[in-house]
Antibody, heavy 117, light 109 residues
Framework: QVQLVQSGAEVKTPGASLKISCKASESAFTSHFVHWVRQAPGQGLEWVGRINPGGDHTFYAQRFQGRVTLTRDTSTSTVYMDLSSLRSDDTAVYYC??????????WGQGTLVTVSS | QTVVTQEPSLTVSPGGTVTLTCAASTGAVTNDYSPNWFQQKPGQAPTSLIYSTSYKHSWTPARFSGSLLGGKAALTLSGVQPEDEAEYYCLLHYADTRVFGGGTKLTVL
């Protein structure tokens, strides 16, 4: 059974940076892209970006470019999302999802990020 | 900026059939957009239902089906069950990016 386990909830102040993780069970990430998606309270899903299996190619939604960085540690099957210059409207649940050949299958359980002064 | 549009809400009776659609501001949705569909129940992470327009995951109930309909991606639920009440999202593939629809809240009444 594939599982994507994300790091725990975070509370940050405006202007701070954030790093959250998504760890796959076994070798569930070996050949897969990993995407990050977020969901603000009461809102829909928003695509943030993705990283390729080798960890050497990323692509981000335009509105996050310059603030988000995705990295991955293939030795530990873990993907990280860094988000800088946090604002109150970055308050959301962040999800990681596994994808190969446009097949999105397993999701992480979500990480609640609260940005508040 | 590409906009993907879904019906904000739909209501269906138990045992009935309902079709949710997913339209793109760029024109007709085709298989090249690799539509995926997801279900999200309150307080839970989304789960994946359909990929590549019409293919089901091993865990997707048989009553869910995906297709292209009138230039849109479509998700049809046949023989709706009370547990199908949820928010449904489509996702389209645009080059290196992905764009979600705004979601359809499906009520089973």
């Amino acid at each position: 059974q594939v599982q994507l386990v994300q790091s725990g909830a975070e509370v940050k102040t405006p202007g701070a940076s954030l790093k959250i993780s998504c760890k796959a069970s076994e070798s569930a990430f070996t050949s897969h892209f990993v995407h990050w998606v977020r969901q603000a309270p009461g809102q829909g899903l928003e695509w943030v970006g993705r990283i390729n299996p080798g960890g050497d190619h990323t692509f981000y939604a335009q509105r996050f470019q310059g603030r988000v960085t995705l990295t991955r540690d293939t030795s530990t099957s873990t993907v990280y999302m860094d988000l800088s210059s946090l604002r109150s409207d970055d308050t959301a649940v962040y999800y990681c999802i596994r994808e190969v050949s446009s097949i999105f299958d397993y999701w992480g359980q979500g990480t609640l990020v609260t940005v508040s002064s | 900026q590409t906009v993907v549009t879904q019906e904000p809400s739909l209501t269906v009776s138990p045992g009935g059939t309902v079709t949710l659609t997913c339209a793109a501001s760029t024109g007709a949705v085709t298989n090249d957009y690799s539509p995926n569909w997801f279900q999200q129940k309150p307080g839970q992470a989304p789960t994946s239902l359909i990929y590549s327009t019409s293919y089901k995951h091993s865990w997707t109930p048989a009553r869910f089906s995906g297709s292209l309909l009138g230039g849109k991606a479509a998700l049809t639920l046949s023989g709706v069950q009370p547990e199908d009440e949820a928010e449904y999202y489509c996702l389209l593939h645009y080059a290196d990016t992905r764009v979600f629809g705004g979601g359809t809240k499906l009520t089973v009444l």
